[in-house]
């Protein structure tokens, strides 16, 4: 092990540390020291600072030496992050390197990572959809998983506290199964969206077609403007970093906000190895890490500890965090961490064209599209398959020009191309079924650079997302007809899990201790001052966007554990 | 804090220095002459009207840097082997280079190639006509003065009518 620099000085001890400085332990972050507590926020990767940081933010099309195009040396290198549709030359930066951070695939998954300050805050997709009680009470309804401990109304109040702040763009459907929130003003639709969102409502009462919810500023409210932040200007540069803080970032947020508290410190370049458990105290005590410069092992201390490192890091560290108590991992008395990972299931799309409303077109960009909530299974159990899913929706007209001959007659045909037809897509969001089978866990043989366990992944579709895959594409093809597009065409990517960025669980929240790992304030059954809030909390995965959630719970933890220290209980 | 809702935000310096110089480096990738052969033919797919041809634009520099970067072994053979092609055929029907050839004889000569009956001359061409296409629509130029790319449109306009275009100023 390397060197061991146990210095249980004032200056390593705090009230609170965070490890992550993502989307979730932003938010740790953020309330932590909003509660006055000296917080220190561990993040293995680099730091990178809002607008500072983001090399590529200004960059032009032609200014960028491949126009956007990967290099051979850097796909070939990067097999799997290649993958990922947002991962090209003006955002590679913000991306894991496959061959730097290793770890075993017993069953193919593409782990798409940030290791930065913001973690994947700066390249996400920004959807951000409530969960509905429909997923908070659908375990304990059609049996899988277990029973989640709260419900939707236990976060509620804060879905509307975390929205407020990040900023959130969005329509008031008024839909049960996807509840509203503190919107913005929403994104505008485009005409053949509009007959699309027009057609469904007309043929089907259980089904809706509403514009995204997405974490963009479409009109700066004070608190907006106090972190720094303006109103999205529709570059849909996103995932290079937004120079005005148009989307919700840690970056461009959270983690600054909480340093203007003085409360913050924040210590990039630090790989979480462990936590520390105390037997005779019976609580955790601290966090060691590996200096990712110097390699030399450190610890710090503090009276509670927030676990934020996403979804299947934080198995790897409580897994990795073993003492006399727990052998098997920090918290582990249940046996269940690790297991029963889910995720989604994006393998299905369909496009297709629409020969109506050419005489209009749009103009400008939009980073954001409609989106179509689940309407499978709600209300009561009609296929063959459990739980459903939502799906992505978006229209287009393509502008194309003559590329046929030579000369100077090509030239005047590239420079007047002609407005092509409509083209519509979708593609699909489905919800995957927590199984035991689905696990990740230590390797016994194989150490990541760091020295510590690298992570076995072992996780696969089943027989019940195929069923979902086929009956997507049914219902799409059914909708897609009834609105009168043509060309159809459904596909099924087959990529492989993980592609969707929403792993989840491994240690879930459940009401019991011998079958999961975490209360309903996502605090370890068996160690007090330990709080998991990414999606490795999850104890199912809904069919919307996960990170939304992930703030929520955040939030309520936080405010949870500061008062339950104060009362002397953690 | 004072700032405009409208996106006024000052950028620190960098954000506006970017220059094609600071961000593109050309790789010695083709020998010079290979170099004026690629340039030349870019330049018969698109010449100088009375804006920029291709190779004022130096697409083919782009189109170098791209295959040498970005495409696999196969496709850098099919292009250099190409370009001699390109030359060989040019002594062939016309009795000089490439480069000394007239706009006539130049766009025979490519326009073969996009029909020959030998695969790889048909692949390279199309390979290096798709290469020109980009490059020149992705050029500064062209962005700027004649596409009027915007990077920050600042809206989204769902619903527009279609207008009928005036046609660009080239000829
Ligand atoms: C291209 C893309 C599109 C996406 N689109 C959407 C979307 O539209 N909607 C949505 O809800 N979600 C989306 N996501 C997923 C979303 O980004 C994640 O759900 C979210 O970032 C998870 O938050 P987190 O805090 O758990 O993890 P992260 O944001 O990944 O942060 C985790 C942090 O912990 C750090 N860390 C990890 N291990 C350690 C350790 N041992 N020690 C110290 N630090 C550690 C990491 O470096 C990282 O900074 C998308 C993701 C990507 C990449
Ligand atoms: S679309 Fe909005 S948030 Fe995204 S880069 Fe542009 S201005 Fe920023």
């Known amino acids: 092990m390397a060197n061991l620099n146990i210095d249980a000085n004032a200056q390593n001890t705090y009230d609170a540390?965070?490890?992550?400085?993502?989307?979730?332990?932003?938010?740790?972050?953020?309330?932590?020291?909003?509660?006055?507590?000296?917080?220190?926020?561990?993040?293995?990767?680099?730091?990178?600072?809002?607008?500072?940081?983001y090399p590529t933010t200004m960059m032009q099309p032609w200014e960028f030496d491949h126009r956007g195009q990967l290099t051979k040396e850097v796909k070939d290198a990067n097999p799997i992050i290649s993958k990922c549709y947002a991962f090209y030359e003006g955002s590679q930066q913000f991306f894991v390197k496959d061959a730097e951070h290793p770890y075993i695939q017993e069953k193919p998954f593409d782990w798409i990572r940030g290791y930065q300050v913001g973690g994947k805050s700066l390249m996400w997709a920004r959807q951000t959809q409530r969960w509905s009680d429909f997923d908070f009470t659908g375990p304990a309804r059609d049996g899988f998983a277990v029973d989640w401990p709260i419900r939707y109304a236990d976060l509620a109040p804060w879905y509307s506290y975390v929205e407020r702040f990040a900023g959130i763009t969005g329509n008031k459907d008024g839909l049960d199964t996807l509840p509203d929130g503190e919107f913005l003003p929403p994104h505008e639709w485009n005409c053949v969206e509009k007959h699309f969102q027009k057609q469904v409502a007309s043929k089907y009462k259980d089904r809706h077609v509403i514009m995204g919810r997405a974490a963009h500023i479409t009109k700066p409210q004070p608190v907006h403007l106090q972190q720094g932040r303006g109103q999205c200007q529709h570059r849909t540069i996103c995932e290079r970093g937004c120079p005005y803080g148009g989307y919700f970032s840690s970056n461009s947020?959270?983690?600054?906000?909480?340093?203007?508290?003085?409360?913050?410190?924040?210590?990039?370049?630090?790989?979480?190895?462990?936590?520390?458990?105390?037997?005779?105290?019976?609580?955790?005590?601290?966090?060691?890490?590996?200096?990712a410069n110097t390699k030399q092992m450190k610890e710090y201390y503090a009276r509670i500890i927030f676990l934020n490192a996403a979804a299947l890091n934080s198995n790897l560290v409580l897994l990795n965090s073993t003492s006399n108590r727990f052998p098997n991992g920090l918290g582990n008395d249940s046996g269940v961490l690790g297991k029963y990972v889910a995720f989604h299931n994006y393998r299905a799309g369909i496009s297709a064209q629409y020969?109506?409303?050419?005489?209009?077109?749009?103009?400008?960009?939009?980073?954001?599209?409609?989106y179509i909530p689940r309407f499978r299974n709600v209300h009561k159990q009609e296929t063959d398959f459990l739980r459903g899913y939502a799906a992505g929706f978006s229209a287009g007209r393509s502008s194309r020009s003559n590329q046929e001959g030579i000369g100077a007659d090509l030239k005047q045909n590239l420079l007047n191309p002609e407005l092509g037809g409509w083209y519509v897509g979708s593609h699909m969001m489905g919800e995957t079924?927590?199984?035991?089978?689905?696990?990740?866990?230590?390797?016994?043989?194989?150490?990541?650079?760091?020295?510590?366990?690298?992570?076995?992944?072992?996780?696969?579709?089943?027989?019940?997302?195929?069923?979902?895959?086929?009956?997507?594409?049914?219902?799409?093809?059914?909708?897609?007809?009834?609105?009168?597009?043509?060309?159809?065409?459904?596909?099924?990517?087959?990529?492989?899990?993980?592609?969707?960025?929403?792993?989840?669980?491994?240690?879930?929240?459940?009401?019991?201790?011998?079958?999961?790992?975490?209360?309903?304030?996502?605090?370890?059954h068996a160690v007090k001052n330990v709080f998991v809030t990414d999606g490795s909390s999850m104890t199912s995965t809904s069919t919307q966007n996960p990170s939304l959630t992930y703030m929520a719970m955040s939030a309520r933890s936080v405010d949870y554990a500061v008062k339950a220290m104060k009362k002397g209980l953690v | 804090m004072a700032m405009a809702a409208g996106g006024l935000i000052s950028l620190p310096a960098w954000a506006s220095n970017w220059t094609a110089e600071t961000v593109g480096l050309t790789h010695n990738y083709l020998s010079s002459s290979q170099d004026e052969l690629l340039a030349n033919i870019a330049e018969t797919i698109i010449p100088a009207t009375d804006t920029p041809s291709a190779k004022e634009l130096k697409v083919h520099q782009l189109i170098q840097k791209i295959v040498a970067d970005c495409y696999d072994k196969p496709a850098q053979e099919l292009f250099r082997n190409g370009l001699d092609a390109v030359?060989?055929?040019?002594?062939?029907?016309?009795?000089?280079?490439?480069?000394?050839?007239?706009?006539?004889?130049?766009?025979?000569?490519?326009?073969?190639f996009s029909q020959s009956a030998e695969p790889a001359q048909k692949e390279f061409y199309s390979l290096v006509k798709g290469l020109t296409i980009r490059g020149y629509l992705n050029s500064e130029y062209v962005m700027t003065n004649l596409t009027h790319y915007q990077m920050v449109p600042g809206y989204y306009h769902g619903c527009v009518p279609v207008v009928a275009k005036a046609v660009s100023p080239t000829k």
């Open chain 1, 17 to 53: 540390i965070v490890i992550g400085s993502g989307i979730s332990g932003g938010w740790a972050a953020k309330e932590l020291t909003g509660k006055g507590l000296r917080t220190l926020v561990l993040e293995r990767g680099r730091d990178v600072r809002h607008v500072t940081d």
């Open chain 1, 433 to 524: 079924i927590p199984k035991e089978t689905n696990y990740v866990a230590l390797d016994k043989a194989q150490k990541d650079p760091f020295g510590i366990p690298q992570l076995k992944i072992s996780i696969a579709y089943d027989d019940n997302d195929e069923k979902m895959i086929k009956d997507y594409q049914e219902q799409m093809t059914e909708m897609f007809t009834a609105a009168g597009f043509t060309n159809i065409r459904v596909r099924d990517d087959h990529r492989n899990p993980g592609l969707d960025i929403h792993e989840m669980g491994g240690v879930r929240m459940g009401k019991d201790s011998k079958t999961s790992m975490l209360n309903k304030w996502n605090q370890l």
């Open chain 2, 87 to 112: 030359d060989a055929q040019a002594q062939k029907t016309f009795g000089k280079p490439f480069r000394e050839g007239d706009v006539a004889q130049r766009t025979a000569l490519l326009t073969q």
């Open chain 1, 253 to 291: 947020s959270t983690i600054p906000w909480a340093a203007k508290t003085g409360k913050m410190t924040l210590r990039p370049d630090s790989v979480v190895h462990s936590i520390i458990y105390d037997e005779k105290l019976g609580r955790a005590t601290g966090v060691r890490i590996i200096d």
């Open chain 1, 355 to 370: 020969d109506g409303n050419l005489d209009s077109t749009t103009d400008g960009r939009r980073p954001n599209s409609p």
